[in-house]
């Protein structure tokens, strides 16, 4: 089973930037696309951006032009640069990756990071 580990979160100013980590360990698999979710309080969980193995990007509307998706395909890491952070943009972010293995397609989950804006 992979596991995901993130890091990086963290109180930060409005305007502000932050960088998520995400790193994958494990052993026999590849993974097609990592990316990351956050769920503010009282909201449901969104989707903030994917990389595909290839190098496709996808964000949600909410975050283009201020969060940048990259990846270190050597280090199973993918990293998330947030800029000019927002209020509204507090939340626990989530890394995932859809992976395969050689008996097995399935998603994995990191544990959450806490990213707080203030005023």
């Known amino acids: 089973q992979v596991q995901l580990v993130e890091s990086g979160g963290g109180l930060v100013q409005a305007g502000g930037s932050l960088r998520l980590s995400c790193a994958a360990s494990?052993?026999?698999?590849?993974?097609?696309?990592m990316g990351w979710y956050r769920q503010a309080p009282g909201k449901q969980r969104e989707l903030v951006a994917t990389?595909?193995?290839?190098?496709?990007?996808n964000y949600a509307d909410s975050v283009k032009g201020r969060f940048a998706i990259s990846r270190d395909n050597a280090k199973n890491t993918v990293y998330l640069q947030m800029n000019s952070l927002k209020l509204e943009d507090t939340a626990v972010y989530y890394c995932?990756?859809?992976?395969?293995?050689?008996?097995?397609?399935?998603?994995?989950w990191g544990q959450g990071t806490q990213v707080t804006v203030s005023s």
């Open positions: 494990g052993s026999r698999f590849v993974i097609d696309y």
């Open positions: 990389l595909t193995f290839g190098g496709n990007t």
């Open positions: 995932y990756a859809n992976v395969r293995s050689a008996t097995a397609v399935y998603t994995s």
